[in-house]
């Protein structure tokens, strides 16, 4: 799939480590000071990151289910903001459902890793050739650095056009 120019902005934008700060600086300031990273960004596939870090632990020494959320929710936000940049009328997205399942004991950095990114696509282009709102589901597993899955997520995603 060919990303339009817009849309390689963004990617770019979003894969570089200091302009993302910068943006969750003013945006998302929870997800700086637990380190979310977008590792890598494509129209099919997005891996995030959260580290393993004190501030992100809970009582029992693992990283927090919320921090473990964003990362996961972040994997799959992505791939929808990619496919939403640069339509007219624009298409607006918001998530409508979240599942998660807890495996293990996230004790080192979590990967998130999505392979669902085209479903926004195909969502999109649905929701600006007919003018409804369409939903997608995105599937995103967390996985440590030795491979041991540690949580899974879905999240269901609504996209609707603007007003022109």
């Not at 390689?8 to 969750?24: A, D, E, I, P, R």
């Not at 195909?122 to 650095?145: C, H, N, P, R, S």
Request: glycine residues 4%; charged residues 20%; aromatic residues 10%.
């Amino acid at each position: 799939m060919q990303l339009s120019e817009k849309q390689q902005q963004l990617k770019q934008q979003v894969t570089s480590s200091f302009k993302f700060g910068l943006y969750m600086l003013f945006n998302l300031p929870m997800g700086l000071l637990a380190g979310l990273r977008i590792m890598e960004l494509t129209p099919t596939k997005c891996i995030t990151t959260v580290p393993f870090k004190h501030i992100n632990k809970n009582p029992f020494k693992s990283t927090y289910f919320a921090v473990q959320s964003m990362a996961a929710e972040l994997s799959t936000a992505s791939p929808c903001l990619l496919a939403v940049t640069g339509h007219k009328p624009s298409v607006a997205f918001i998530i409508v459902d979240m599942k998660a399942s807890f495996h293990k004991k996230a004790t080192d950095k979590v990967f998130f890793n999505c392979e669902d990114g085209l479903h926004a696509f195909d969502a999109v282009t649905k929701t600006l050739k007919t003018g409804e709102a369409q939903t997608a589901t995105f599937k995103t597993i967390g996985k440590m650095k030795d491979g041991t899955i540690v949580s899974e997520f879905e999240f269901t995603w609504s996209f609707k056009q603007r007003s022109r």
